[in-house]
C-alpha cells in the first residue's frame, strides 16, 4: 500500500511517498529557512505563502522520485495539527482537493504522534517505551503505548527546548535555526564556563514537567556583562553551557519518568532530537536502550506522517472531508489557570 504523506505545520514544505508504513520511497524537504532567517525566527505569514507557491510541485516531485504515478497512490495522510494555523491550512486543503479529486480516502495525521513514529521508519521498535519529543513547538515526555496512544507525563511549562534555543541564538546574533547554530558553535566551547539556572519543578502530578523561559532569560541577559561585545571565545562558552543545562533538564526528568514508569527504552523525535550533546547523554545512560531517528527523520518531514498515516489506515481512522486544522492540542501544553 503507498501513501502520499503531506507536511507543512511549519516552515518545512514535505511531500513523501511510503510504502506500507514502513519503505520510503521519497521523502521531499523543501526548507523555507533561508526566507525566515533575517527575522531569527519562522514568520507565520511568509511560510503559509511560501507552502501555497511550493506544495504542488513538490507533491509532484515526491511522486516523480519515488516512480508512482498519482493514481497509483492508496491513500493521502496530511498533518492537521498542531502548527502555523495557516500553513497546516495550505498542506491540509491540498491534501483534501486532492484526495477528493483521486477518489481516495484521507487520513488526518497528528504531527506529534508523526514525530515519535520517525524512528519507525528505521527499525523495529517495540511498544512501550518512554517518548521525548522536542522541537521548537513543544517538549513533551509520554508513555506511549501504541502509534496512537500516548499519556502526556510531563510538557514544558512555557517555552519550548528548541524555542529556547531559537531565542537564546536570535539575541546573541548566532544564527538560525537557532538549535543548529548553537550546536556548532558549542564543538568550540567549554560548557562548565557558565552555570545558568535550572529550575525545580517537583510538585506531584506535574513532576516530570519541565520550563526553559527561566534559562533563557538568564542566558540573555548574560549579554549585559558584555556591554563592549561578547568575544568568539566567550560566546562559544556560552553556547556550550546554555546546550548543556537545557539539555540536562530535559535528560534528567526523561530518566526520572523512564524510571518510574518502569520504561527501559527511550525512542526521541522532533528537531531537538538531532542535538549532539542530547544524543551522547542519552547514549551513555546504562541499562537503556535509546533510540533516534536519523537526522533527517529528526526535523520535520512527510515520511513521518505518510508512515503514520498508513497505520491509521489499517485501523480504519480515515477522515472526514470536514477535518480542519488545529493550531494547538490542548493536551500537549499545560496550561496554569
Ligand atoms: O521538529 P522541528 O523541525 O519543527 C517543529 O515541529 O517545531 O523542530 C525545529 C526545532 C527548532 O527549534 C530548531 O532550533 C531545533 O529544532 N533544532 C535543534 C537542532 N536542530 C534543530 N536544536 C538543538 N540542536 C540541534 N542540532
Ligand atoms: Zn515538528
Redesign the pocket.
Known sequence: MRILGIES????CSAAVVEDGRRILSNIVLSQVDFHKPFYGVVPEIASRKHIEWIGPVVQQALSEAGVAVDDIDVVAVTFRP?LIGSLLVGLSFAKGLAWALGKPLIGVD??LA?LYAPHLEREIRYPYLGVL?????TIIARVDRHDRMQVLGTTIDD???????KV?KYYGIG?????????LSQTGNSRAFRFPRPVLNKGEAFYDVSYSGLKTAVIHQIDQFWDGVSEKNLANIAASF?RT?VDILVDKALAAARDSDLSRIVA??????????RRRLASEEGLEVIFPS?AL????AAMVAGLGYHLFCDGAVSDFSLNAEARVPVFKRSYP
Open positions: 505545520s511549519c516552515d518545512e502548527g504531527h506529534i514525530h522536542v522541537s521548537g513547538g513543544h519550548a527546548c528548541g524555542e529556547a534555543f531559537d541564538a538560525f535555526p537557532g538549535g543548529v547554530a548553537i550546536d556548532k546546550q537545557a523525535g522532533g528537531g531537538v532530537a538531532a542535538n549532539s550533546y542530547l537526522l529528526c526535523t520535520d518531514n
